[in-house]
């Protein structure tokens, strides 16, 4: 069996050369995208989110059995092709949770206390601080859309702030009363938060999911989102008068508008989530590899959010 691992780093390289030395594959290795491939025989391939896996890409890979992807977020695949291909898609849950939460308290920080523009400011020998008031979390409500992993890491942060917290997801769970979590419609998370965090993937039902027609009863001013870009419509971006904090945007020239903070896409960017992803990847491949299915395959949400599964 011929597996091909794209986007690929050099301290996975060799992760996954040593824990699969002993299997009888083939392992190929490579820096560019899947989108940059000239070699096409593989059955399994690996990749990263910059790797855009759609029916164009499938048509070139006639032996693929397996896609695994190195990431939470899954757009960048066609899961309703693949699922038509009978080609088995996984990706890595679990992994992110404190890298996450924990930068997206990072971003409110930034946002609530204007931390950016003072430290900028001193560097150039500004002293000046009277019109960088801010706001404190303590005593103030946090709404969390998306109360998996990542979500409720937001809520067990929020709890050290002493705030009250506001959660929206597909479903209730006993874990959410355990974190103090009032489990709320959509709208009454917006109705009641100072401070939304958006902690989603990004699927046909959760694009837009914040748009021009319901922005207007979020009740605070600050929105955090280090999930994908595209659940705030693009323009929400362009015109909602707070504060938006995201590790990315839609487009980055947003970035020059002074009520968006914004990095590059590195919430998940710590010692320790990167090598949870390189296991979680590693525990995927080799169930797909001793005849199981991947423990987080994807089909089931191709069947909740993809219509075209159904």
Not at 71 to 95: F, M, P
Not at 109 to 135: H, Q, S, V
């Amino acid at each position: 069996m011929k597996i091909a691992f794209f986007e690929i780093k050099e301290e996975e390289k060799e992760f996954f050369k040593q824990n699969l030395k002993k299997i009888d594959v083939e392992l190929f290795f490579y820096k560019e995208t899947v989108n940059e491939a000239k070699r096409y025989d593989f059955d399994v391939i690996s990749v990263f989110v910059h790797s855009k896996i759609d029916k164009n890409i499938l048509d070139e890979f006639p032996n693929l059995k397996y896609i695994q992807t190195r990431s939470t977020g899954y757009d960048h695949i066609d899961l309703v092709e693949c699922y038509k291909r009978g080609i088995k898609v996984s990706n890595v849950r679990g992994y992110a949770g404190p890298a996450v939460g924990e930068f997206a308290y990072g971003l409110l920080l930034e946002a609530n206390r204007k931390l950016y523009i003072a430290i900028n400011r001193l560097k150039n020998g500004n002293l000046n601080y009277k019109d960088l008031k801010g706001t404190e979390i303590e005593g103030k409500n946090i709404g969390i859309l998306g109360l998996g992993t990542i979500g409720l890491q937001i809520a067990k942060i929020a709890r050290g702030f002493c705030a009250e917290i506001f959660g929206f997801s597909r479903t209730k769970k006993e874990i959410y009363d355990k974190f103090g979590i009032n489990f709320c419609t959509f709208d009454e998370v917006l109705e009641n938060s100072d401070f939304l965090f958006i902690a989603l993937p990004l699927t046909p039902n959760t694009k837009n999911l914040i748009n021009k027609n319901n922005i207007s009863k979020f009740k605070g001013s600050v929105i955090i989102n280090p999930a994908r870009a595209e659940i705030i419509e693009k323009e929400v971006y362009e015109t909602f008068d707070g504060i938006i904090a995201a590790d990315v945007l839609p487009d980055w020239n947003l970035s020059k508008k002074e009520n968006i903070i914004a990095t590059p896409h590195m919430a998940y960017y710590t010692k320790e989530a990167l090598f949870r992803i390189m296991q979680i990847s590693l525990d995927n491949l080799m169930d797909f590899l001793t005849g199981k299915i991947p423990r987080y395959c994807l089909k089931e949400a191709c069947k909740k959010d993809y219509k075209e599964c159904k």
